[in-house]
């Protein structure tokens, strides 16, 4: 069964850090484009970045890039997302998102391509 793990979140003060995770199972990284959604209170879920099959393509929302880094420990079956110099803006509920059949460039614009979601961690940015 495939099932993802999302754990992580928390609260955390403005220009913190926080390291989420994902924890898959059921599946072999290599085969599925991982991507991490979030979605705030009234907002829409908004891509934040993601990672191709093969782990050698990144995608990176402008809103966080330079701050947040995405990756992958295969031994492990987990796919991290550093996050640096947090903002009150990424306070939103995270979520990792799987799917065999994206190629290329991993997706970001939509979460309609990924079949497969974690419940989701909790990040709160305050003082």
């Known amino acids: 069964q495939l099932q993802l793990v999302e754990s992580g979140g928390g609260l955390v003060q403005p220009g913190g850090s926080l390291r989420l995770s994902c924890a898959v199972s059921?599946?072999?990284?290599?085969?599925?484009?991982i991507g991490w959604f979030r979605q705030a209170p009234g907002k829409e879920r908004e891509g934040v970045s993601c990672l191709s099959k093969s782990g050698g393509r990144t995608n990176y929302a402008d809103s966080v890039k330079g701050r947040f880094t995405i990756s992958r420990d295969n031994a492990k079956n987990t796919v991290y997302l550093q996050m640096n110099s947090l903002k009150s803006e990424d306070a939103a509920i995270y979520y990792c998102a799987a799917d065999p059949r994206l190629v290329g460039l991993c997706v970001l614009s939509s979460s309609r391509p990924y079949a497969y979601w974690g419940q989701g961690t909790q990040v709160t940015v305050s003082s």
């Open positions: 059921g599946f072999t990284l290599d085969y599925y484009a």
